[in-house]
């Protein structure tokens, strides 16, 4: 469980994430769950918007302040309301596709940090006016660069429970169970038990 978590913090540091920040996760997804619960340790305020009720009320498990539903027409507003109408300090994407990262760059406040963590090749329509004007960094973020040992110490100083991500353990024998389960979809991580 450590691996995913050292994607989740390096997106973190890769936004010079500090206590005074404003978080938007863009998607609470198992990505986005980890960034929140990650997040926490940073000590920010975090908001989590998301399509899915089950990811929402997760979100709120992890540490989000606050959960906004992505369905509902007015999410821009709701979300600069929530930041006393300035707008998050720093989003992070993890919807990734071409009009989550225009979105993002438009709601985010001046001076803030985007952090993208797509692979999505469509083109996105980003005006450069609104990056050069708000002087908004834009910051690319996939791997987990030298973080092992800062998770392993948020893990022993029980500032991230990996718990709540996992839905399903498996002894390795009953590994065709596991296979069963992510044939249904229903699913967080699932662990398998070598012992």
């Not at 960034?35 to 997760?58: P, R, T």
């Not at 690319?140 to 092992?148: C, E, P, T, V, W």
């Not at 040992?149 to 009953?174: N, Q, T």
Request: glycine share 8%.
């Amino acid at each position: 469980m450590i691996e995913p978590y050292t994607i989740a913090f390096h997106a973190c540091a890769r936004g010079r994430l500090v206590s005074d920040d404003v978080l938007l996760v863009y998607g609470a997804g198992a990505l986005g769950s980890s960034i929140i619960d990650v997040a926490k340790s940073f000590g920010c305020k975090i908001l989590a918007v998301d399509i899915v009720d089950d990811k929402l009320k997760q979100a709120l498990e992890n540490g989000a302040d606050y959960v906004l539903d992505g369905k509902c027409s007015d999410i821009r507003e709701r979300i600069l309301a929530k930041t006393g109408g300035y707008g998050p300090t720093i989003c992070i994407d993890t919807v990734c596709n071409p009009s989550s990262v225009e979105f993002l760059l438009d709601i985010v406040g001046n001076a803030g940090r985007v952090i993208t963590m797509g692979f999505d090749t469509r083109p996105s329509e980003i005006q450069q006016f609104k990056i050069t004007s708000k002087e908004i960094d834009v910051i690319g973020s996939r791997l987990q660069h030298n973080n092992f040992e800062s998770v392993i110490k948020l893990f022993e100083a029980g500032k991230i429970d990996p718990r709540r991500a996992i839905s399903h353990v498996f002894k390795f024998l009953d590994i065709d169970k596991a296979f069963e389960v992510i044939k249904t979809g229903n699913y967080k991580k699932i662990v398998l038990d070598f012992s």
